[in-house]
């Protein structure tokens, strides 16, 4: 075995670069947080053959002495910790100091830079001479890469394509734009400018974000997101989340920061995903762009080479408020108010700024959402509707065939004054047992019934359940339905778990099952489907009853969406105009009434003006 010996710097610098440097996207990410550490208010990019040619940052920051700039190439130099102390409340985008030392050792760079009180710049060419030289150059700092990986051609070798690589690019520089909006960014690409924004000044930054959001990440985004500003416990996050219906089949929206910093970590994609579980629609991917604020002391920003990891002190409590902002946020439906959760009184004791931190005085940062209509959702018309959906166990319900509706005198849409028009309207019609067809102030709404109501006894069920509420109800006709004997052993080894879910079930033959009792809640379901699909929901789930109520949630959740599917209203039953109008009210008083369990829409609006377009009315 060879003898140990100490490497050369030329070759530390390029196994370090191999670790921060994997493509042009990582040499723009590191030139540019090192203009946001010099406190620069605008940021041009310079972009030729997606990096692989030119890569220039220039930044109007603080600039630095002729004495800086050799020691800028160092490895291990910074400016940013002096201790070891500073190091545990790393405040900045960057402090390792190895990442110019690194990007000089696969390419040709040159920096030139420039303070407020010197008369003139300096200029370095660390691969060819560690000596300054004089150079005309404003207040700031310009860092110029040519020929990324030049002497490392296996590297090069393994680029994308250039539009897969300047993708990278665009997309690491639009989350810098939203992580920053005090800050003004420009992209050019080829002599092309891909975009510009000027920086927000801090004061409007509530009338303004929004419209950098919409130049960013589009307009229909911001149309269909929900905004966030809440603060508890030293945590702080605000941004806005998307409607569920809005989901995407990648995750190129999904933009969290954490202190200013872009993160992609595991365990704030777990929380989210966590309170998307009731709505998302299968493999989809929610879209969102969060900023959470904490003391810098509270999260470790050491843990990964490129800094895209975090690791948090108390990870529970940050994925907790995570998971319950958010999905606070979505229960609060698109347009349809309903009962706000109680609110922790230390949520309004901070005021939260996007990718700024938290001053201990009221939140004046502006950025209220508008998405919930203020109008009160009215009184249910109809009992008789009730008695279909999962609601039928109300005290104040009669059973369906016994509702008198005859006696319900509903005025028509046309009578009622505009402003008492509750936000989903009245009801028009049945469509083919299908959808309800309503009108409201805006227009036309448009809802699946069967969608709409397994939403609703759904969120009953889960609150019965974990209210240890659910009421049962003898069958005045038990349910017996054959089975084969194996299963006829699952239903008898699972009895207490149906019994637990509001399903009361015996073995009476070797193949035979009886259901006598069910769930008030679903006692107009059909006995025996409910039971095959509780069994099979019970099989994939296998909750471990011994497990506290919060690890038992998620599992039970599934099979309470699985048992409601079956407890909801059919399609093709037609409904009476009281009985779909206590529908609409019901949805407006329901958490998550815009998705079902599966995460399909359950209603759509078409306003006047979509109508009038429709029919060329007024071309």
Same mark, same amino acid.
């Given at each position: ?128 001479? %560690? ?44 989350? &810098? ?17 891909? &975009? ?53 089949? #990648? #995750?190129?929206?999904? %933009?969290? &920061? ?95 700024? &996007? ?31 009730? @008695? ?208 079902? @369990? ?10 006047? #003006? ?10």
């Amino acid at each position: 075995m060879p003898h140990i010996a100490q490497l050369p710097p030329e070759l530390v610098n390029q196994i370090a670069a191999g670790e921060v440097v994997e493509r042009p996207a990582s040499v723009v990410k590191e030139l540019v947080e090192n203009a946001i550490d010099a406190g620069a208010r605008r940021i041009d990019v310079r972009i030729e053959e997606a990096g692989s040619r030119l890569i220039e940052v220039r930044d109007d920051g603080c600039g630095m002495s002729v004495e800086d700039l050799p020691l800028a190439f160092a490895a291990h130099a910074t400016s940013k910790i002096r201790s070891l102390d500073e190091l545990e409340s790393v405040a900045t985008m960057g402090f390792r100091g190895e990442a110019l030392a690194s990007i000089a050792s696969i390419a040709q760079v040159s920096m030139s830079s420039r303070r407020e009180r010197d008369a003139h710049g300096w200029i370095l060419s660390p691969n060819e001479s %560690l000596e300054c030289r004089p150079t005309a150059h404003p207040v700031g700092t310009t860092v110029t890469v040519v020929d990324l990986f030049y002497n490392t051609p296996a590297r090069r070798k393994f680029l994308r394509t250039e539009r897969t690589e300047f993708s990278q690019i665009d997309q690491l520089m639009r989350r &810098f734009a939203l992580a920053h909006p005090g800050i003004g960014f420009s992209l050019t690409h080829q002599g092309r400018l891909v &975009f510009e924004l000027t920086p927000l000044a801090h004061a409007q930054l509530a009338e303004q974000m929004p419209s950098r959001i919409e130049a960013l990440l589009g307009a229909e985004f911001l149309n269909r997101a929900r905004r966030i500003d809440s603060a508890a416990s030293g945590l702080s996050l605000s941004g806005w989340v998307a409607d569920p219906a809005y989901a995407r089949s #990648t #995750t190129d929206q999904q %933009l969290f &920061f954490v202190n200013g910093r872009i993160v992609r970590d595991r365990l704030i994609g777990f929380a989210i995903r966590r309170a998307y579980a009731d709505v998302l629609h299968h493999a989809r991917q929610p879209a969102y762009v969060l900023a959470l604020d904490l003391d810098p002391r509270a999260v470790d920003v050491n843990v990964h080479p490129t800094k895209a990891e975090v690791r948090f002190r108390d990870a529970r409590a940050v994925q907790d408020f995570i998971f319950r902002e958010i999905h606070r946020a979505l229960a609060q439906g698109a347009a349809v108010p309903v009962s706000p959760e109680p609110v922790d009184e230390q949520s309004s004791a901070g005021t939260v700024s &996007f990718g700024g931190q938290m001053e201990p005085q009221r939140r004046t940062s502006g950025w209220q959402g508008s998405s919930a209509r203020s109008m009160p959702a009215s009184a249910s018309s109809a009992q008789g509707y009730l @008695n279909l959906l999962a609601a039928s166990a109300a005290p104040s319900t009669f059973p369906f065939d016994q509702a008198v509706a005859p006696e319900i005198r509903e005025a028509s849409p046309s009578d009622r004054p505009e402003q008492e028009v509750p936000p989903l309207g009245y009801a028009l019609a049945h469509l083919h047992g299908v959808y309800i067809l309503a009108q409201n102030a805006q227009g036309l709404v448009i809802v699946d019934a069967h969608a709409a109501a397994e939403r609703i006894t759904y969120e009953r069920l889960k609150k019965a359940y974990a209210a240890q509420e659910l009421t049962i109800q003898p069958l005045l006709l038990p349910v017996t339905f054959a089975v084969t004997e194996s299963e006829a052993d699952q239903y008898e080894a699972q009895a207490e778990a149906f019994a637990r879910l509001g399903v009361v079930l015996a073995r009476v033959a070797p193949t035979r099952v009886r259901v006598t009792a069910l769930a008030a809640l679903l006692r107009h379901a059909d006995a025996e489907a409910l039971a095959r699909a509780l069994l099979s929901a019970l099989s994939e789930e296998e909750p471990d009853w011994g497990q506290p109520q919060a690890v038992l949630t998620e599992p039970i959740n599934a099979v309470l969406s699985r048992m409601a599917c079956h407890g909801s209203v059919r399609a093709n039953r037609i409904l009476t105009r009281p009985e779909m109008d206590a529908l609409l009210r019901d949805m407006e008083r329901t958490e998550r009434a815009d998705q079902c @369990n599966h995460g399909r829409p359950t209603w759509r609006q078409l306003s006047m #003006t979509d109508l009038d377009r429709l029919f060329m009315r007024g071309q």
